[in-house]
Nanobody, 122 residues
Framework: QVQLAESGGGLVENGGSVRLSCAASGRTAGADVMGWFRQAPGKEREFVVSIRWSGGSPYYGDSVKGRFTLSRDNAKRTLFLQINSLKPEDTAVYYC???????????????WGQGTQVTVSS
């Protein structure tokens, strides 16, 4: 089992920035692939970015390229998602996920955090 805990969300002004964290614990060795997704009210869960603990560069979804930056602290098994130039359409619950398949499809991920709300005021 892998436990994921997101933090860092909140109410942010249009054009502002936010830094989300995802701390992984438990049997993380069996879940090398980590991903961030977001879900806005009434919409499907959308892929944001994925990365492997074992190495390699992050892979970003087309809708977030340029404003979202993912980093990781392997020793602490923690991911950091920096979001700049926030827009009202970035308002969503942001979820951290873990699995063993390199994918941008939510159903391919096994473990999920509870999510953290990001609300961008217009």
């Amino acid at each position: 089992q892998v436990q994921l805990a997101e933090s860092g969300g909140g109410l942010v002004e249009n054009g502002g920035s936010v830094r989300l964290s995802c701390a992984a614990s438990g049997r993380t060795a069996g879940a090398d692939v980590m991903g961030w997704f977001r879900q806005a009210p009434g919409k499907e869960r959308e892929f944001v970015v994925s990365i492997r603990w074992s190495g390699g560069s992050p892979y970003y979804g087309d809708s977030v390229k340029g404003r979202f930056t993912l980093s990781r602290d392997n020793a602490k098994r923690t991911l950091f998602l920096q979001i700049n130039s926030l827009k009202p359409e970035d308002t969503a619950v942001y979820y951290c996920a873990a699995g063993d398949v390199w994918s941008d499809v939510p159903s391919h991920y096994i473990y999920w955090g509870q999510g953290t709300q990001v609300t961008v005021s217009s």
